[in-house]
């Protein structure tokens, strides 16, 4: 039977995404094939915070937490196979949001019923940039998200070049984000002001509001 590598494990408010605010369960998957400059959860990327459950251990939790909403994230949830876990929480009735870092292929999870993607581009500031797989964009529908974490105005730029390229406003839903700290908010707006950016939506990580940024289990 499967393992996986389990960081946390804990019942909140999604503090982005399309279900922002909806209460969830998150199961936080160790491991980490990125090494973002402004990762905010380093500690379940390397090291040894973590630990193996099977299928069974991880449902028995989700029961207990009686939430309808999982949301799978990491690290990268896709490092590990998480096809297995998904099919049997979505064959148990939970709509499932996994959070990916926009470097690894979604497309052997595309065939299952309830599950949506927040799929990020990671833009100059993040260090990271030359590791994004484009290809994800031919499996993204208006089930899911493309995030975008800003750290500079660079960041903005190559931002609006690459929803443009992809033409991601009339596949998606694009979010923006800020890099917690680096960037004024009112520079984010401003410049989708300036850019006539419809149909583009700005983000604030709500659970850095509502706790101390570096909370865990939150």
Known sequence: MNKYAVAEMFKSINGEGKKAGELATFIRLFGCNLNCSWCDTKWSISGDEYQLWDIDEIIERVKQYNCHNITLTGGEPLMQDVYPLLKKLVDLGYEVEIETNGSVSIEKYIDLNNVSFTLDYKLPSSGMEDKMLVDNYKFIDRDDVIK????????????????????LINKTNVYLSS?????????????????????????????KIIWEPNMRGV
């Not at 520079?187 to 983000?203: A, C, E, P, T, Y």
């Open 148 to 167: 975008f974490v800003i750290g500079s105005r660079e960041d903005l730029e190559k931002c609006y070049e690459v929803v443009c390229e992809y033409d």
């Open 179 to 207: 890099v917690f700290g680096k960037i004024d908010l009112q520079d984010i707006v401003g410049f989708m002001s300036d850019k006539n950016w419809n149909d583009v939506r700005l983000q604030i990580q709500m659970h």
